[in-house]
């Protein structure tokens, strides 16, 4: 298979970095100036600062005397640099790496080599522009340095970069191969090909969605070693460095053992919790992650989390059910859970027939039944976060009993000024997971954390301070 995570898809809405604020639509009213939005990037529009190997995607709005804006005006506009050598900036008229097709698309800066340009959009009577400062990345690396996989399962894979002090996630920004691949066949596609066109398709395969890059393993054992190229400049030493490090060599392995760790300690129950809200009892059936962790036996250190992709059984799911990855409490009581692949269908058979099916052993789990009294973040008191960077918050229930229980994820979070952090709120971004989005320019910025157990307007809610600062 062979695909290309294209370079100019947001990382995330919130990522980008205006250059001025603007809403709303022009409705006939006089534009009056051009704002630039940066859609993906290392550091952001504000730090002033490109990297080689990291083209970075621009967009154009024009604002109106009556604060309204119309965006979409990247393409309308003509851009330029006031040094191409050192970063070039596209009008959809310059060619990817290695290609005499694909161009960039209009606004997407090329840098080149290390030194400042300004970058200038204009439109009409209007111009807006930046300076830029281009700088080489320090190091690259992969999460894992090889991983071993199961067949019939699926395991993310993530590189990252460091950049002016700051490590960045790059998984999405350049082209994932194999190395039995031919160059030929290296293209770009951002689509599966025909498992024909190389046998050991059969082993393992690269598969890319809008929440990175995944190795997919098919139905036969063996190895592959996955790599990652950047769209670096002819010539550029920072794409042999990247070329070096970023390679993943993939085992398909036999499967031996299966062990299931449950996120809470055995004495802890979880609970079904009630409380008051808009006059009326509420009930939360609360959870607990099931941790399931691949073996292969024979020394091999790897493992692989297969959270997710087993079947979780229990002895009564009247009083603790099984979920993906989850179990929840119905009522109180006890069961044990166990942790079986390949996944078993409907009918209790495995759904492949060419694994050797495999089960942990049970671990119990305790329900019980409780009023909820209090709620509490963790941590409590005020923290301090490198910008960028990112920050895992807990929410605490106490019962009228005195007991407690993390209940993370069935709190609602929130940030009280979202263009500088975002937090998880489900089960695909991390509850209580809190990501900086850009780097202070004029000291530290504070911001608010809160969690609200509901949405109910009386909903028992509790905030906390939180600093976020630049690196020295």
């Given amino acids: 298979m062979k695909f290309q995570k294209c370079l100019l898809l947001c990382w995330c809405a919130a990522l980008s970095c205006m250059v001025a604020a603007c809403s709303g639509v022009g409705h006939g009213s006089k534009p009056d100036h051009l704002v630039i939005a940066q859609t993906n990037g290392l550091l952001g529009l504000n730090s002033g600062k490109s990297f080689l190997c990291f083209p970075e995607a621009l967009t154009l709005s024009i604002v109106f005397d009556n604060g ?71 190091s690259f690396s992969v999460d894992q340095s090889s991983v071993s996989m199961v067949k019939h399962t699926s395991t993310p894979i993530n590189a990252k970069t460091v950049v002016d002090g700051y490590t960045r996630t790059v998984t999405g920004f350049g082209t994932w191969s194999f190395t039995d691949q031919p160059a030929d ?10 498992s024909s066109d190389n046998p050991l398709d059969s082993v393992v395969q690269l598969a890319s969605s809008s929440s990175g890059v995944t190795l997919v393993a098919g139905d036969t054992l063996g190895t592959r070693t996955a790599q990652m190229a950047l769209n670096c400049p002819d010539g550029s030493d920072v794409a042999a460095m990247a070329q070096a490090a970023l390679q993943i060599p993939v085992n398909v392995r036999e499967l031996k053992t299966l062990s299931l760790t449950p996120e809470f300690p055995a004495s802890q129950a979880i609970n079904v919790m009630t409380y008051t809200a808009d006059t009326k009892t509420q009930t939360v059936n609360t959870t607990e992650t099931m941790k399931t962790i691949a073996g292969f036996g024979d020394g091999v250190s790897d493992t692989q989390d297969l959270s997710g992709q087993v079947t979780l059984q229990s002895s009564d799911s009247t009083v603790i059910a099984p979920v993906i990855g989850y179990v929840s409490v119905l009522k109180a009581g006890t069961a044990n859970i166990t942790a079986s692949f390949p996944v078993i269908d409907a ?28 709620l509490a973040i963790s941590p409590a008191d005020e923290q301090t976060l490198t910008a960028l960077d990112d920050l895992q918050y807990s929410g ?9 229980q993390d209940i993370t994820r069935h709190v609602i979070w929130s940030v009280s000024d979202a263009s500088v952090a975002t937090i998880g709120n489900n089960l695909s971004i991390k509850s209580g ?13 504070s911001v608010d954390v809160t969690a609200a157990l509901g949405s109910a307007s009386d909903a028992p809610t509790v905030t906390v301070p939180l600093k976020i600062q630049a690196l020295d």
């Fill in 433 to 445: 997971d809190l990501f900086s989005l850009t780097i202070p320019t004029d000291g530290p910025v």
């Fill in 68 to 138: 309204h804006y119309d965006s979409g005006f990247a393409t309308r506009a003509h851009w330029a640099s006031s040094n191409p050598d050192v970063a070039a900036v596209s009008n959809g008229d310059i060619l990817y790496p290695g290609s005499t097709t694909l161009a960039y698309g209009a606004g997407v800066v090329i840098p080149n080599q290390p030194g400042t340009t300004t970058i200038t959009a204009s439109f009409s009577s209007l111009n807006v522009s930046y300076d830029l400062t281009v700088e080489t990345p320090t």
């Fill in 185 to 194: 066949e290296v293209t770009g596609s951002t689509t599966s090909t025909d």
């Fill in 347 to 374: 009918d209790g058979n495995p759904v492949y027939d060419d694994v050797d099916p495999v089960t942990s052993a049970p671990v119990t789990v305790t329900g019980g039944e409780r009023t909820f009294k209090s």
């Fill in 396 to 404: 605490i229930a106490t019962f009228t009993d005195n007991t407690t």
